[in-house]
């Protein structure tokens, strides 16, 4: 069972990709193996589970809002298990242990995420501001006149630091086939900050080349992209 958001939906065709937590490849999903509560919405957090196809691209094969509803899949194949082997009571038994362990694993789980809630609420704000400040570049290179998206150039170009390091940098698949067609691994994208805005946001910057040659900003998750005049 994997966890992420949303990153991309397109609701014409039917199909999406899931920003995976803790993974920089993006993971494509179509509507048919969508089970959620509500709409599917860009940054809804999604639970899932994948596989590669024979072109080796990650396919989500369930997905869905309830971390419960993947965990349980397991628990048939133990009761199909011991119905067929015509012992009711060791059925039982293996479904409650089941339960158990599907109930640790939840609150583990959201206790984890709570800790990790009051650990970023404790840090002090002051040092906070004075890390990112000095993690911003002295001047921005005044391409566009946007101040985040200016910095996050001048961050490319002087390598880092960037504000997600397990994200900004990897490579950009180009499967919405928007950019013209390059080998992979020649496009890489960065994150632009959003004010206001607690997650990644819809703005990157997608680079070709290296060192880049050319720079893409797109303000609508990959829907569109405007070539930048950076020297």
Known sequence: ????KIKHWN???????????????DVFFHVSKVRLSQPITVGQSVYFNSERNDKNQLRAT?????ELSIL??????????YSNTGSRN???????????IALIAVAVYFFGDLSSGFLTDSIDPTTVSQTS??????KTSGVTGDAQTDNTIALIQRGGPFP????????FYNREGRLPTQSQGYYREYTV????????????????????????LTVDHYDSFRRLDVK
Request: aromatic share 8%.
């Open 1 to 4: 069972m994997q966890s992420g």
């Open 11 to 25: 609701s014409d065709k039917g199909y999406g990709f899931i920003d995976v937590d803790n993974q920089s490849e």
């Open 62 to 66: 369930e997905v869905t809002s309830d």
């Open 72 to 81: 349980a899949t397991p628990d048939s194949n133990i009761t199909n298990h």
């Open 90 to 100: 060791k059925r039982s038994l293996g479904s409650t242990l089941f339960s158990v």
């Open 133 to 138: 400040s000095e993690s911003q570049p002295a």
């Open 164 to 171: 997600y390091p397990h994200k900004d940098g990897t490579t």
């Open 193 to 216: 900050p959003t004010p206001g805005v607690s997650h990644r946001g819809a703005r990157r910057i997608v680079t070709g080349g290296h060192p880049p040659t050319v720079y893409y």
